[in-house]
Nanobody, 118 residues
Framework: QVQLVESGGGLVQPGGSLTLSCAASTNIFNMYVMGWYRQAPGKQRELVSTITSGGIANYADSVKGRFTISRDNAKNTVNLQMNSLKPEDTAVYYC????????????WGQGTQVTVSS
């Protein structure tokens, strides 16, 4: 059973920065696309960013230019650097590992709360 553990969430003022980290319990990175999703109260979970094992990144339009995703395949970690945070970025952020070839094979972390407020 693969476990994903997120960390780094918290309370930050608008315009501030946070870095989220996700650590996998086993070495799954070479066959998995890693991603960050978020869910705000009363809203559906949405894609924030993904990154392939080769380092190709994809971002939601709402975070382009402000968020940067990165991964360390040797350490089984994926990070999300979030800058210029806005109140609308407030949500629970989830890490996801999606098998590159098997759609049904994916894992989710437990989520970490990010609150952007003055």
């Amino acid at each position: 059973q693969v476990q994903l553990v997120e960390s780094g969430g918290g309370l930050v003022q608008p315009g501030g920065s946070l870095t989220l980290s996700c650590a996998a319990s086993t070495n799954i990175f070479n066959m998995y696309v890693m991603g960050w999703y978020r869910q705000a109260p009363g809203k559906q979970r949405e894609l924030v960013s993904t990154i392939t094992s080769g380092g190709i990144a994809n971002y939601a339009d709402s975070v382009k230019g402000r968020f940067t995703i990165s991964r360390d395949n040797a350490k089984n970690t994926v990070n999300l650097q979030m800058n210029s945070l806005k109140p609308e970025d407030t949500a629970v952020y989830y890490c996801k590992a999606q098998h590159a070839l098997i759609r049904m094979k994916n894992y989710w972390g437990q989520g970490t709360q990010v609150t952007v407020s003055s």
